[in-house]
């Protein structure tokens, strides 16, 4: 079915372009105009919802972008974004040219060139944002996942796989996947992470197959695990043959794992596991002010780096709301926004602005990693299907 609707998507791109192509841009209505108009909409913003503080930090966003603009941000929570990444796809083959059910999603890899491919991406914008200036160029915010942004997306926070463990219980947590599977082997039930297709699950396959294989340059090229099986299987074998290994004495014996960062770190605070999975840096600090971490807790990166990567806001070409859905972006970038999102007692995500905006705030709002680059978005799905393949139950 998902066959079908890409290619008649693909068959009537030509005739449901984007709103705004480059050159209309250019003559584009001053920002007064866009505050004006943007005053009364209302933005279904389609965002993920596993998190609470994540959840209160977009209420208290909807209550000052109301105050101070007349826009009502409305947080639309999902699981998974590639839902809303098919569900807008759906309403291009429809010919629902306005008035689409997103106006503005919280995206990146796959999700991103999904949508770029298909033409679903209202833009280029990002320099029509004021607050464009305070952006940190230096960040990757050009390519996702590899793939050019080319302005369709404003980068919004930076993630990180990173691990988080108890000091106190664990006093030598492991550095790489191997001294990893050892510690599972020395702890039976101990050791888990999220069931793929969940993105801290399928971060976690891609990472270690970063380090188990031998050819790291093939994974940032596209891979086609149907009409390239022989290299995709040679490639990730190192992969399923560790995972063979650990899922044995892993938490639930492997025939059950968590849904996703959430659970894990629960599941840490009940020392059910020796480590949780999260991909934010900051998310040690941030569960213990929250009172669901000890205060012990750490959080730490393998020695390969951890995998990074920007996550970005884009507006969906039919969005009936595109002023609110500029005026939204452009508040979720400003210094008081972005330090509030970095303050480890509200969300702890890094910020994406420079040091040179936010070194009024008088302190180091986040901490980062050494960078592990995030391989070409294709090896996503395919890596979430062949372990759906081998392991789901």
């Not at 909409?41 to 101070?68: C, E, M």
């Not at 892993?250 to 480590?275: C, I, Y």
């Not at 602005?353 to 936010?358: R, T, V």
């Amino acid at each position: 079915m998902k066959k079908i609707i890409l290619t008649c998507a693909i068959a009537i791109a030509t005739n449901l372009l984007p709103i705004f192509s480059v050159n209309a841009m250019e003559t584009a209505p001053s920002w007064q105009a866009t505050l004006d108009k943007a005053r009364g909409q209302t933005v279904y913003f389609n965002a993920w919802g596993g998190s609470q503080p994540i959840n209160d930090y977009l209420r208290w966003a909807n209550k000052r972008l109301q105050a101070d603009y007349g826009v009502t941000l409305k947080h639309v929570k999902v699981a998974d974004i590639a839902e809303t990444t098919q569900r807008i796809l759906a309403e291009k083959v429809a010919g629902k040219t306005t008035s689409g059910s997103v106006d503005l999603v919280w995206i990146n890899g796959e999700n991103f060139r999904s949508m770029k491919k298909n033409e679903l991406l209202y833009g280029p914008f990002t320099t029509l944002l004021p607050n464009w200036t305070l952006v940190d160029k230096t960040l990757p915010i050009d390519n996702d996942f590899t793939e050019p942004t080319d302005g369709l997306e404003a980068p919004w926070g930076v993630g990180q796989l990173v691990y988080i463990y108890d000091t106190q219980t664990l006093k030598n947590p492991p550095k790489d996947f191997t001294s990893l599977l050892a510690l599972a082997k020395r702890n039976p039930g101990k050791i888990s992470y999220p069931q793929p297709p969940e993105f801290h699950g399928t971060s976690f396959l891609k990472s270690a197959l970063l380090e188990l294989t031998n050819d790291k340059s093939a994974l940032y090229q596209p891979i086609d695990p149907i009409t390239e099986k022989v290299k995709f299987d040679a490639i990730s074998a190192p992969l399923w043959a560790y995972l063979d290994q650990l899922h044995p004495v892993a938490w639930q014996k492997g025939l059950r794992f968590p849904t996703g960062t959430s659970e894990t770190v629960q599941l840490l605070d009940d020392r059910q596991l020796l480590m949780a999975v999260t991909f934010n840096p900051n998310a040690a600090k941030a569960a213990i002010e929250h009172g669901k971490l000890v205060e012990t807790a750490q959080t730490y990166a393998f020695d390969q780096g951890a995998l990074s990567n920007i996550h970005f806001l884009g507006i969906p070409w039919n969005s009936s709301a595109k002023e609110g859905a500029l005026v939204a972006i452009n508040f979720l970038l400003s210094v008081e926004a972005q330090l509030r999102k970095a303050d480890d007692s509200i969300w702890g995500d890094p910020s994406v602005l420079s040091g040179q905006a936010l070194s009024t705030s008088g302190k180091q709002p986040f901490t980062l990693y050494k960078s592990l680059s995030e391989p070409h978005p294709s090896w996503g799905p395919a890596l979430q299907f062949e372990w759906q393949k081998r392991y789901a139950k």
